[in-house]
């Protein structure tokens, strides 16, 4: 049974008469429909500010819109108001013949990732549903027919030339391989499981600039923290520690998306980069390792899009997790707390 609360299920985990994420525009009333995976929750007790109450339950509520923009990549300013819902009037309505499940479709303008959000209840996994009522705007049915701009295209790795800590020294990132161990903060030595590589062409990087590489300058945050020059991924997770930190989210360690930490002084967007490779490093579980010097994270398939991995790296990922496409936060739960956009700026006022 259904529990009340507002969800959101993202389009990859949705399947069009057995199409996994299919167009948007096969979408018509009458095909069969069905999602797999787990739900996401975004009306539960995460926020910073605790509610209760009526007005609690409402604030939580109007601030579902908000929290589906940025897990769908919208910045912090657009999340923080209410004059640009991402909530359009666009909506699915889903019937097994006992029951029916209305969503609405938001798609991200800054990345093109759809997902749909149902309020109050949703339908169950793995079970066929009729559509059986649709509104949708046919410029966005148009927009969007194409499979590529459903899907996201985030990346969580490191730039070539990164030196990871092992059990034996540094080594620099694109020569980890499966076996190899790393050290880890919290289990010590861990070994590799997988590794994945991406070159990144000068007219992908501009067709793309949200893949752009962000540049982290030695001494960023303190004395050779890092010893050197960091390269990674926007998306990329950093460990922030600090008494903010414990004030807001009761945890003196979070992580942090490196696009948000960018200050254009020691930490900038990299767009003079004319090409970049990016590296995946997949461990047993999520762990804080360290790169030239400085705490980040290691791979977790929740944060990533698959459709963003080198076609043959995808595939040995899918042969060592099966369920990985359907259900990536089988691979267990976060090493720190993530932050979401808005959280990381309320930090970074607060520091």
Not at 158 to 177: K, N, S, W, Y
Request: glycine share 8%; hydrophobic share 40%.
């Amino acid at each position: 049974m259904a529990i009340a609360g507002a969800y959101v299920v993202h389009w990859g985990q949705t399947l069009i008469e057995g199409v996994r994420a299919a167009p948007l525009a096969d979408l018509a009333v009458g095909v069969v429909w069905r999602w797999t995976g787990e739900l996401t929750r975004i009306d539960g007790p995460h926020s910073v500010l605790q509610l209760t109450g009526a007005e609690g339950d409402a604030q939580l509520r109007r601030g579902a819109a908000g929290r589906a923009g940025r897990l769908i990549g919208e910045g912090a300013r657009q999340a923080h108001t209410e004059r640009a819902p991402l909530m359009a009037d666009q909506s699915i309505t889903v019937s097994d013949g006992k029951s029916s499940h209305t969503a609405r479709i938001i798609r991200s303008t800054v990345t093109g990732q759809l997902m749909l959000c149902f309020d109050r209840d949703h339908p169950l996994s793995d079970q066929d549903y009729w559509v059986i009522k649709l509104t949708l705007d046919e410029t966005d049915r148009s927009a969007l027919s194409s499979p590529s701009n459903e899907r996201p295209a985030g990346v969580i790795c490191f730039g070539a030339g990164t030196r990871i800590d092992t059990p034996m020294g540094p080594r620099l990132v694109e020569a980890l391989q499966p076996g190899d161990f790393v050290m880890t903060r919290d289990s010590g030595p861990q070994e590799v499981l997988w590794t994945g590589s991406r070159r990144m062409s000068g007219a992908r990087l501009f067709a793309m600039p949200h893949l752009r590489p962000v540049r982290i300058h030695a001494s960023a945050f303190g004395k050779d923290r890092p010893d050197d020059t960091l390269i990674v991924s926007p998306e990329h997770r950093l460990l922030v520690q600090g008494d903010a930190a414990r004030a807001l989210f009761n945890t003196t360690e979070v992580m942090v998306q490196a696009r948000d930490l960018v200050n254009d002084r020691t930490i900038i967007c990299a767009p003079d980069m004319k090409e970049v490779t990016y590296v995946h490093i997949l461990l047993g579980r999520h762990e804080v390792i360290w790169a030239n010097g400085i705490e980040c994270e290691s791979f977790h398939p929740a944060t990533a899009s698959m459709d963003a991995l080198d076609q043959g790296d995808r595939m040995a990922l899918e042969q060592l997790l099966p369920w990985v496409g359907d259900a990536p936060m089988r691979y267990g739960e976060f090493a720190r707390r993530p932050l979401s956009r808005s959280e990381a700026a309320i930090l970074a006022y607060e520091t």
